[in-house]
């Protein structure tokens, strides 16, 4: 199975600053077809997840675009311009490129 | 407008067999590149991926559990069910169901049901 790492496992931001995590995969995530399966979900405290961001960088519906992914291969990015107070909750990443897909450990972000 | 639910029992003795349902609405199974996936989660603890099953039939499982594991679908009432033989206290989680279209990226998920495996 692919092991999927993310870093830090926890984060405090003051309000209205970025935040960034870090995510590596033991493979690469680039298939055949072109695109890279990476995802980022957010589950807000006692809420199911929710989808963030696709194939590395593509916004879900009405995710705010403070939100922004990047990355290739095996190294990724969640990057969030100014954190707000909604954005507290843990992040995880996700790989859909081999069955079984994996998460990774998650981010616990809240605010300074 | 798409919603899941999940369904089952809140409390399984171990060595029971388990059976989740999750009843959605707002698509159907029998769309091509629909499908239906499971997610566990233990308290306090990272989401795992468990299995999902195709608008075709198909169906995959994670590895640690393929053994102990079945999904299926029954289209004509919008659910899929999910079976976990031989539960135990580690099996303690909240349960999600969630649609993934193309398979891989879950859009929708349901609100979780917490199953507690304990005698």
């Known amino acids: 199975d692919i092991v999927m790492t993310q870093t830090p496992l926890s984060l405090a931001v003051t309000l209205g600053q970025p935040a960034s995590i870090s995510c590596k995969s033991s493979q690469s995530l680039l298939h055949s077809d072109g695109k890279t399966y990476l995802y980022w979900y957010l589950q807000k405290p006692g809420q199911s997840p929710q989808l963030l961001i696709s194939?590395?960088?593509r916004r879900f519906s009405g995710v705010p675009d403070r939100f922004s992914g990047s990355g290739s291969g095996t190294d990724f990015t969640l990057k969030i311009s100014r954190v707000e107070a909604e954005d507290v909750g843990t992040y995880y990443c996700m790989q859909g490129i081999l069955l079984p897909y994996t998460f990774g450990q998650g981010t616990k972000l809240e605010i300074k | 407008q798409v919603t899941l639910r999940e369904s089952g029992p809140a409390l399984v003795r171990p060595t029971q067999t388990l059976t989740l349902t999750c009843s959605f609405s707002?698509?159907?199974?029998?769309?091509?590149?629909?499908?239906v996936t499971w997610i566990r989660q233990p308290p306090g603890k990272a989401l795992e991926w468990l299995a999902r099953v195709d608008w075709d039939g198909d169906e995959h499982h994670t590895t640690s559990l393929k053994t102990r594991l079945t999904i299926s679908k029954d289209t004509s009432k919008n659910q899929v069910l999910l079976t976990m033989t031989n539960v135990d206290p580690v099996d303690t989680a909240t349960y999600y169901c969630?649609?993934?279209?193309?398979?891989?990226?879950?859009?929708?998920w349901g609100q979780g049901i917490l199953v507690t495996v304990s005698s």
């Open positions: 194939e590395v960088s």
């Open positions: 969630a649609r993934a279209v193309g398979g891989r990226e879950a859009d929708y």
């Open positions: 707002g698509f159907s199974l029998s769309t091509s590149g629909m499908c």
